[in-house]
């Protein structure tokens, strides 16, 4: 079975500075992989995913991610964080069905 | 362009009362899920729908009933609740499947059991 492991449960860091949010995942089989972004008192949010394809894979708002299959990692980053970005973010991992494992949560708090 | 819509958004239950949280979406969705969120423990999977008529048990379905007799609902039924149910409950919907990570979250159910 399937399961996702959050090293950091939070991160501060400074506006403009860069910043890695890490994830790594256990499965016996190929999975597809997923971050999450959740703000105060909503729900979560699609921020990126892998399916295939190229290993590196970008959100529209300056997050990206790699697949790095021997490493089984995940890991997200952004080169210079913004206040706004201030979240809770979740690494999920999914095998071929119908479920979803979340990890436990990093929460993001960018300080000015 | 209401998506998923949770109500009610909070609730205080007493021990052994029950209650239904109900769920909508309005996109056409087959599939349905009910998440439960509790601090450091991220998002666990009580309940997930393949299609009006059919349901099925996630991770934590103790404690909980669900049905699903349209596309467009999906109730959450707690019976007995207990203060281990105290915590802020998500209803998602994906037009193909968690697999493809395209879940539509809700606002969020926050319940306290005292």
């Known amino acids: 079975a399937q399961s996702v492991t959050q090293l950091d449960s939070q991160v501060p860091v400074f506006e403009e500075a860069p910043v890695e949010l890490r994830c790594n995942y256990s499965s016996s089989v190929s999975v597809y992989l997923f971050w999450y972004v959740q703000y105060p008192n909503q729900g979560l949010q699609l921020l990126l995913k892998y399916l295939s394809g190229s290993t590196l894979v970008e959100s529209i708002n300056g997050f990206e991610a790699e697949f790095n299959k021997s490493q089984t990692s995940f890991h997200l980053r952004k080169p210079s964080v913004h206040i706004s970005d201030t979240a809770e973010y979740f690494c999920?991992?999914?095998?071929?069905?119908?479920?979803?494992?979340f990890g436990a949560g990093t929460i993001l708090r960018v300080k000015s | 362009n209401a998506g998923v819509t949770q109500t009610p958004k909070f609730r205080i239950l007493k021990i052994g009362q029950s209650m239904t949280l109900q769920c909508a979406q309005d996109m056409n969705h087959n599939y349905m899920y009910w998440y439960r969120q509790d601090p450091g423990m991220g998002l666990k999977l009580i309940y997930y729908s393949v299609g009006a008529g059919i349901t099925d048990k996630g991770e934590v379905p103790n404690g909980y009933n669900v049905s699903r007799s349209t596309t467009e609902d999906f109730p959450l039924r707690l019976e007995l609740a207990a203060p281990s149910q105290t915590s802020v409950y998500f209803c998602?919907?994906?037009?193909?499947?968690?697999?493809?990570?395209?879940?539509?979250f809700g606002e969020g159910s926050r319940l306290t059991v005292l």
């Open positions: 999920a991992v999914s095998e071929y069905g119908n479920k979803l494992v």
């Open positions: 998602a919907s994906s037009p193909q499947g968690a697999w493809t990570g395209e879940l539509f």
